[in-house]
């Protein structure tokens, strides 16, 4: 079945950048929404970004709006979160997910969807 693997995260500070990749396997092709999630110490898990694969939209969190970029490489099974300006609340473990077909129009849940990487974690020192 479908497996993700996240890479990139790492010790960063505040103001700095990190670039998180997630790369599948176990499909060849399809239409899929994307999604980044985060969980911080002592908090569930919340989302960040989506995108669809079958028209680039895209979905932020207001709390990184502005400040993460997704993107999606469907020829390389792969998603990319870009975050700039770093700041310490972005600390937390990120996770990928995926599910089949167009990302939900209204409130955004971990339910939505339906496979998940091992986690990446990212922490920002001030």
């Known amino acids: 079945q479908v497996q993700l693997a996240e890479s990139g995260g790492g010790s960063v500070r505040a103001g700095e950048s990190l670039r998180l990749s997630c790369t599948g396997s176990?499909?060849?092709?399809?239409?899929?929404?994307m999604g980044w999630f985060r969980r911080g110490p002592g908090t569930e898990q919340k989302w960040v970004a989506i995108?669809?694969?079958?028209?680039?939209?895209?979905r932020y969190h207001d709390s990184v709006a502005g400040r993460f970029t997704i993107s999606l490489d469907t020829l390389k099974n792969s998603a990319y979160l870009n975050m700039n300006n770093l700041k310490p609340e972005d600390t937390a473990m990120y996770y990928c997910?995926?599910?089949?077909?167009?990302?939900?129009?209204?409130?955004?849940?971990?339910?939505?969807?339906?496979?998940w990487g091992q986690g990446t974690q990212v922490t920002v020192s001030a």
């Open positions: 995108s669809y694969s079958g028209d680039g939209s895209t």
């Open positions: 997910a995926l599910n089949w077909g167009r990302c939900t129009g209204g409130l955004i849940a971990p339910t939505d969807f339906a496979y």
């Open positions: 176990g499909y060849t092709y399809g239409r899929v929404c």
